[in-house]
């Protein structure tokens, strides 16, 4: 069975300009979540969706990022414009059930790098 | 903002011994979990443990939860230098909260 795949890897791109991110989850997964990772720290959740409802984005800065999760299945997440202090591994994860307390798998991440 | 915190930062043992990795946090939880990172890789779901459960098993690890002290530790026996990675613990507050984690530890298992 594919895990969760993302695309791309790595993305390196000039402060000001946009990028958006693409991730899609196990199939059959309900729940969708996209976490920030900094530099020698744990992750942090930007937005979770269920199904294709946005449940919880409270830590998303809405001036620049926007997601979207279509259908219900893939999702994009995307940032315009781009700033320095958002370069960062972006991690998408899923899980099957709706709801928080199911396993989380993750996939491997986008680098972005912001000069 | 970040609930968990790991303890020790960094860790280097040598391959067949025991690593022990702790775990506090400073609110009531649903469940803690471990991951597994291995570097510019996603992370990898080890073992979740409830707030009502003790101790669990999973091969190689066995993790505990004291929800008086509001700790957790992760012990990994016999390790091998595959177990070289960054270990994260992350806790869930309730069904509906999210998955906090925290700065992780860095392991290192010498051949």
Not at chain 1, 84 to 92: E, N
Not at chain 2, 55 to 84: F, P, Q, Y
Request: glycine residues 8%; aromatic residues 8%; neutral net charge.
């Amino acid at each position: 069975e594919a895990g969760v795949v993302q695309s791309p890897r790595y993305k390196i791109i000039e402060k000001k300009q946009p990028v958006a991110f693409w991730c899609n989850p196990i199939s059959g997964h309900n729940t969708l979540y996209w976490y920030l990772q900094n530099l020698g720290q744990g992750p942090e959740l930007l937005i979770r969706y269920e199904n294709e409802e946005a449940v919880d984005d409270s830590q998303l800065p809405k001036d620049r990022f926007s997601a979207e999760r279509l259908k219900g299945v893939d999702s994009t997440l995307k940032i315009q414009p781009a700033e320095l202090g958002d370069s960062a591994v972006y991690l998408c994860a899923s899980s099957l059930d709706i709801g928080s307390t199911d396993t989380q798998y993750f996939g491997p991440g986008t680098r972005l790098t912001v000069l | 903002s970040q609930q968990g915190e790991e303890d020790p930062q960094a860790l280097s043992i040598q391959e067949g011994e025991n690593a022990t990795m702790n775990c506090s946090y400073k609110t009531s939880i649903n469940n803690l979990q471990w991951y597994r990172q291995n570097s510019g890789r996603g992370l990898v779901h080890l073992i979740l443990i409830r707030s009502n459960e003790r101790e669990k098993h999973s091969g190689r690890l066995r993790v505990t939860l004291d929800t008086s002290k509001k700790s957790s530790s992760l012990l990994i026996t016999a390790s091998r230098a595959a177990d070289t990675a960054s270990y994260f613990c992350a806790t869930l507050r309730g069904a509906n909260s999210k998955l906090t984690f925290g700065k992780g530890i860095t392991l290192s298992v010498r051949p």
